[in-house]
T-cell receptor, first 115, second 112 residues
Framework: GAVVSQHPSRVICKSGTSVKIECRSL??????MFWYRQFPKQSLMLMAT?????????EQGVEKDKFLINHASLTLSTLTVTSAHPEDSSFYIC???????????FGQGTRLTVV | KQEVTQIPAALSVPEGENLVLNCSFT??????LQWFRQDPGKGLTSLLL?????REQTSGRLNASLDKSSGRSTLYIAASQPGDSATYLC???????????FGDGTTLTVKP
């Protein structure tokens, strides 16, 4: 299967700062990328869908001004958590679709801790 | 809106036992269904993917089935081992590789 690389795997940041998470499709062109969030002891919840070259579509309840998603190329999507607060501490994971594949491929995830 | 439910939420079994994890979904228009394993503090490991035209998939001691008409999928684990201890998640994909809805997971503990 295809490979999706997500970085960083772990990040600790101070409250009020911004954090950028990258998701790269290494061997296929990802026309669509999805960002999920997982709070402790909960399941994954879809945050937003991004298509290359267009604005992301956010799920209900997700603040688009706080979670900035950029999908400027077919191999890279970024999620920036702006003005992070402790309640943003979570596990964030991306998944990519496209390239003729009939399944989605998941990144390794990023564990964000805001102190 | 698709909803995915996993039963039981937690399961503890002695080593060597065969077990079944259940996943039900409300929208039969589901395309792919995928089972994942997640170890504490880690990401997702894909176990089995059942694509739209398929009814089951097997990998080693794992077998997953999909019945769209009843809105159910099961993951069968044969001869369980302590290393199988993890949280198992099922996810229903809405289109061929589109967004997915995850269940809350079943946390499995296999006791030596």
């Amino acid at each position: 299967g295809a490979v999706v690389s997500q970085h960083p795997s772990r990040v600790i940041c101070k409250s009020g700062t911004s954090v950028k998470i990258e998701c790269r499709s290494l061997d296929f062109q990802a026309t669509t990328m999805f960002w999920y969030r997982q709070f402790p002891k909960q399941s994954l919840m879809l945050m937003a869908t991004s298509n290359e070259g267009s604005k992301a579509t956010y799920e209900q309840g997700v603040e688009k001004d706080k979670f900035l998603i950029n999908h400027a190329s077919l191999t890279l999507s970024t999620l920036t958590v702006t003005s992070a607060h402790p309640e943003d501490s979570s596990f964030y994971i991306c998944t990519s679709a496209g390239g003729g594949y009939t399944e989605a491929f998941f990144g390794q995830g990023t564990r964000l801790t805001v102190v | 809106k698709q909803e995915v439910t996993q039963i039981p939420a937690a399961l503890s079994v002695p080593e060597g036992e065969n077990l079944v994890l259940n996943c039900s979904f409300t929208d039969s228009a589901i395309y792919n269904l995928q089972w994942f394993r997640q170890d504490p503090g880690k990401g997702l490991t894909s176990l089995l993917l059942i694509q739209s035209s398929q009814r089951e998939q097997t990998s080693g001691r794992l077998n997953a089935s999909l019945d769209k008409s009843s809105g159910r999928s099961t993951l069968y684990i044969a001869a369980s081992q302590p290393g199988d201890s993890a949280t198992y998640l099922c996810a229903g994909f809405h289109t061929n590789a589109g967004k997915s809805t995850f269940g809350d997971g079943t946390t499995l503990t296999v006791k030596p």
